[in-house]
């Protein structure tokens, strides 16, 4: 026999059901909740490292924002500090071999942005700070150029740029 609702709701039915409604709507929360839970348990997007870039809200990806990047820079280094500051022996050994070159060096401090470190890692598919592009080139860390500067390599490369260029040709 067919209820009606207000047979049902006299009978309790119908707040039960009401009670599964809003278990229903819950899974969004519940989904919410998932979602705030990895967040926590990353450390590098947990909310009190959370980027400062608004890249997140500008439909640019990190992937545009590095090959912008190498595209225009023909020194770029992504390193953990700035090249007046490096937050790292790394980071500051890149920055010093390169500056015995006259060539202009462009540099972003990954230790700002941890969606940017992450973007850096995955366009290069390479795991560590410093990163060294030239001329669009992905070319390692420092050791690789520190090996290059000591092999004469380093010289070649950087032979043709200009010391007032800022612009891939
Ligand atoms: N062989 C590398 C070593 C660099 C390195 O070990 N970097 C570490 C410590 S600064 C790193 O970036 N680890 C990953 C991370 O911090 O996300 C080089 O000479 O550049
Ligand atoms: S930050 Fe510790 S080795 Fe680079």
Redesign the pocket.
């Known amino acids: 026999m067919a209820r009606s609702l207000s047979n049902m709701v006299h009978k309790g039915i119908a707040t039960s059901t009401h009670f599964r409604l809003k278990l229903a709507s819950g899974f969004g929360f519940h989904q919410g909740l998932k979602f705030s839970t990895r967040i926590t348990g990353d450390s590098d997007t947990h909310e009190d490292f959370r980027p400062t870039s608004n890249l997140q809200d500008s439909g640019i990806t990190v992937q545009d924002v590095v090959m912008q990047d190498v595209k225009e820079n023909q020194v770029m280094l992504y390193i953990?500090g700035t090249t007046d500051a490096p937050r790292?022996g790394?980071?500051a050994?890149?920055v010093k071999v390169l500056q015995q070159y006259k060539v202009p060096i462009s540099a972003r401090n990954i230790l700002e942005d941890p969606q940017l470190?992450e973007g850096v890692?995955a366009f290069s598919n390479w795991?560590?700070?410093?990163q060294i592009f030239i001329k669009g080139e992905f070319i390692?860390?420092?050791?690789?150029v520190l090996n290059m500067h000591q092999n004469g390599q380093l010289k070649d490369l950087l032979n043709d740029i200009d010391a007032d260029s800022d612009k891939a040709k």
């Open positions: 953990k790292c790394f980071s050994l890149a470190k890692k795991p560590t700070f410093p390692g860390g420092s050791d690789i």
